[in-house]
């Protein structure tokens, strides 16, 4: 089945800079690649999704990035506030929305 | 907005109960799915449905069985609960617009 690994497990960043966080997945027939953010104490919430027809998407500050041939993706968080601060994590599927297999999630940070 | 309601924010059970855990989803998905979450250890998939009375593993289906007699509802069940399935529920429904996931049910398993 799909393994995906996110890294770092945990970013801490400056507010106003830049956060990036990348995953890897193992298998080459996945096409879909959703982000779930997850602020304490809450549910985890679809922040943006990429096809494997694009290689870049953009929704104002979050942008997901899809390298196929590397088998990674990336999310790319601008101009990072204290809201960002959650667990971000990744996921790829084979079969859209059916099932996705989900990274272990990301730590972020925002230091005011 | 798609509403995936747990039935339960906090359990305390003892050892050898039988446990069961409720979700109800009002928006006619048909994916429905339950993951337990553990620090350092993500989400990982106990259980999914695709249709009233069908089933499948995840990746972590060992102690742990489901239910799904009505399209709206898929219940968890710990036949008999042990200490390591302390964690935190997590149940999910699906359509083409992504995952939608209840509030989650924290068991603590004494």
């Known amino acids: 089945g799909e393994n995906v690994e996110q890294h770092p497990s945990t970013l801490s960043v400056q507010e106003g800079d830049s956060a990036v966080i990348k995953c890897t997945y193992s298998?080459?027939?996945?096409?879909?690649f959703p982000w779930y953010k997850q602020e304490l104490g809450k549910r985890p919430q679809l922040i943006i999704d990429?096809?494997?027809?694009?290689g870049e998407k953009k929704d104002q500050r979050i942008a997901v990035t899809l390298n196929k041939t590397a088998k990674h993706f990336s999310l790319h968080i601008t101009e990072t506030q204290p809201e960002d601060s959650a667990v971000y994590f990744c996921?790829?599927?084979?079969?859209?929305?059916?099932?996705?297999?989900f990274g272990k999630g990301n730590q972020v940070v925002v230091i005011p | 907005d798609v509403k995936v309601t747990q039935s339960s924010r906090y359990l305390v059970k003892r050892t050898g109960e039988k446990v069961f855990l409720e979700c109800v989803q009002d928006?006619?998905?048909?994916?429905m799915f339950w993951y337990r979450q553990d620090p350092g250890l993500g989400l990982r998939l106990i259980y999914f449905?695709?249709?009233?009375?069908?089933?499948e593993k995840g990746d972590i289906p060992e102690g742990y069985s489901v239910s799904r007699e009505k399209k709206e509802r898929f219940s968890l069940i710990l036949e008999s609960a042990s200490t390591n399935q302390t964690s935190m529920y997590l149940c999910?429904?699906?359509?083409?617009?992504?995952?939608?996931f209840g509030s989650g049910t924290r068991l603590t398993v004494v």
């Open positions: 999910a429904s699906s359509s083409k617009s992504g995952y939608t």
């Open positions: 298998d080459s027939a996945s096409n879909y």
């Open positions: 990429i096809r494997s027809n694009v």
């Open positions: 996921a790829a599927s084979s079969d859209g929305n059916n099932r996705l297999a």
């Open positions: 928006m006619d998905h048909e994916n």
């Open positions: 449905s695709y249709d009233v009375k069908m089933k």
